[in-house]
């Protein structure tokens, strides 16, 4: 039995989930709506106020579907009703990060030119620049899956080394450091 797949998703309110016969699952809440293709030998049942989700059978392919569909379900549930956020905090002298038109995130990290990312219109994102401290580019959207993809793709453009800590790193994420060159006597 797959411990993921048969805990139920309890459904907030304001929130609406419904399932066509070609099993497209739809989640409505206050935030926006989200649709997922699920795989013909997963059943989902919406009752009351809860989803269950369970597989036709206990072939190895279909136990592996059944926690991957419960867990896309509920990050669903959970992206129309509250949404994601990821904060990053560029760590470098002279690292600035501006939003420009409000979807082209500006990021001059070091290198001969300045990096311009065009954001996804489910991706909303914002930076805070203060004085004495790190600038902080934070991303909120409704789709988790998004949301993580566009802040790798951000993260790869200077991810943190392990001397200085210089880079794009999480905030509140804990990097492992190295030791620097030994002197030699």
């Known amino acids: 039995m797959s411990r993921i797949g048969i805990l139920p998703i309890d459904i907030p309110a304001g929130v609406t989930i419904e399932v066509d016969k070609d099993n497209l699952v ?61 904060q990053q905090e560029l760590v470098g002298v002279g690292y600035r990060a501006d939003v420009k038109n409000g979807d082209r995130l500006e990021l001059s990290l070091g290198f001969s030119h300045d990096i311009i990312m065009k954001m996804p219109p489910e991706v909303k994102v914002e930076t805070k620049t203060e004085r004495r401290s790190n600038p902080v580019i934070t991303l909120t959207s409704i789709d988790k899956q998004l949301i993580g993809q566009v802040a790798a793709k951000i993260r790869s453009f200077r991810p943190p080394e392990p001397y200085k800590g210089k880079g794009i790193k999480f905030v509140g994420e804990q990097l492992r450091r190295k030791a620097g060159k030994a002197a030699s006597v």
């Open 26 to 86: 739809t989640v409505k809440g206050p935030k926006g709506e989200l649709t997922q293709l699920v795989d013909k030998s997963i059943t989902i049942k919406v009752e009351e106020n809860q989803v269950n989700v369970s597989r036709s059978t206990e072939e190895k392919e279909h136990k592996s579907k059944h926690g991957l569909y419960r867990s896309l379900i509920s990050n669903m549930v959970m992206g129309v009703s509250e949404g994601y956020t990821i």
